[in-house]
T-cell receptor, first 116, second 114 residues
Framework: NAGVTQTPKFQVLKTGQSMTLQCAQD?????MSWYRQDPGMGLRLIHY???????DQGEVPNGYNVSRSTTEDFPLRLLSAAPSQTSVYFC???????????????FGQGTRLTVV | AQSVTQLGSHVSVSEGALVLLRCNYS??????LFWYVQYPNQGLQLLLK??????LVKGINGFEAEFKKSETSFHLTKPSAHMSDAAEYFC????????????FGSGTRLQVQP
């Protein structure tokens, strides 16, 4: 199994450019999420989805959009990149039971984004 | 609301010495607690988790952690450090309410000296 696949691995953007970070999982997981990792701050939740067609905001959603048209894919869009969005981005997925908080999350390898 | 505090952003031990990484949490509902490890330029991998039941949880690579509700702690230990344990370790909390997402601590970088 490929698990969680993120593309690209590295990206440099100019301020104001837009781009989409791709995330795909092949484990038929219902729950998917995007985090950003910044030095000394751990990982912070950007957006999450509990299933196809359902998304919601996390702690730091400003400047990011998501959609979930299929179970497998959960792309993250930056509409107008800013230097403050320079970070490492991780996508994660987990199976959910009726409650779901106790499930193991599987993480992608990350996308290192630099906005200049 | 949930939060996690990891004491010590950097911990250095000698090979063969005890590893102790500290984690305290805050949660208004029964928590689920996790330790994840991140090796350089990689994603996070689950080391162990506490959901319910036995408070001493054993994970991969010889790590274990004990859930202490009275101290709101979930410290990670390993009796004897190995060079391959050098990595960044994240404590995280979630619950069955709200977003059901993981809330992470700021991480502890473990260095193992030969």
């Amino acid at each position: 199994n490929a698990g969680v696949t993120q593309t690209p691995k590295f990206q440099v953007l100019k301020t104001g450019q837009s781009m989409t970070l791709q995330c795909a999982q092949d484990m038929n997981h219902e729950y998917m999420s995007w985090y950003r990792q910044d030095p000394g701050m751990g990982l912070r939740l950007i957006h999450y989805s509990v299933g196809a067609g359902i998304t919601d905001q996390g702690e730091v959603p400003n400047g990011y959009n998501v959609s979930r048209s299929t179970t497998e894919d959960f792309p993250l869009r930056l509409l107008s990149a800013a230097p403050s969005q320079t970070s490492v981005y991780f996508c994660a997925s987990s199976q959910t039971t009726g409650t779901g908080g106790n499930q193991r999350a599987f993480f992608g390898q990350g996308t290192r984004l630099t906005v200049v | 609301a949930q939060s996690v505090t990891q004491l010590g952003s950097h911990v250095s031990v000698s090979e063969g010495a005890l590893v102790l990484l500290r984690c305290n949490y805050s949660s208004s509902v029964p928590p689920y607690l996790f330790w994840y490890v991140q090796y350089p330029n990689q994603g996070l991998q689950l080391l162990l988790k506490y959901t319910t039941g036995a408070t001493l949880v054993k994970g991969i690579n010889g790590f274990e952690a004990e859930f202490k509700k009275s101290e709101t702690s979930f410290h990670l230990t390993k009796p004897s450090a190995h060079m391959s344990d050098a990595a960044e370790y994240f404590c995280a909390v979630s619950s069955d309410t709200g977003r059901r997402a993981l809330t992470f601590g700021s991480g502890t970088r473990l260095q193992v000296q030969p």
